[in-house]
């Protein structure tokens, strides 16, 4: 006899309910392949994205925004203050992420 032939209803339920934990810690609001520029809790970062996890998620072509300027300006224009561009991916934790928009512009590739 299994493990499993042993398992009573609550177990059961036990499990299907730490599954389904499991499973919202990886929904997301996130579309692979759009840009974004995401606001952490110290600076910014705008990218495109590659690849979401439980705990992060990358965004390839990435640079680190120093200062956005005006948000408002910043999301019309494209226009950032200051740029710093990582010259390829970053990884950014889900846990500092304190909002984050599609980026409807080219990505920086100069510093600024």
């Known amino acids: ?4 032939d042993d398992m009573t209803i609550r177990d059961v339920k036990e ?3 730490l599954l389904n934990v499991q499973e919202a ?17 110290t600076y910014h970062h705008v990218g495109l994205l590659s690849s979401v996890t439980d705990t992060d998620l990358v965004l390839d072509d990435a640079s680190w925004v120093a200062s956005s300027g005006r948000w408002n300006a910043a999301l019309r224009s494209g226009e ?33």
Not at 25 to 41: D, E, N, P
Not at 88 to 100: E, F, L, M, N, T
């Open 80 to 112: 950032l203050d200051e740029v710093e561009p990582h010259g390829g991916s970053v990884i950014v934790s889900r846990g500092a992420i304190v909002d984050a928009v599609r980026w409807a512009h080219d990505l920086p590739s100069e510093v600024k």
């Open 15 to 17: 499990l299907t309910a």
């Open 25 to 41: 810690k990886r929904a997301h609001s996130f579309t692979i392949g759009k840009k974004y520029l995401i606001r952490t809790v």
């Open 1 to 4: 006899m299994s493990v499993v």
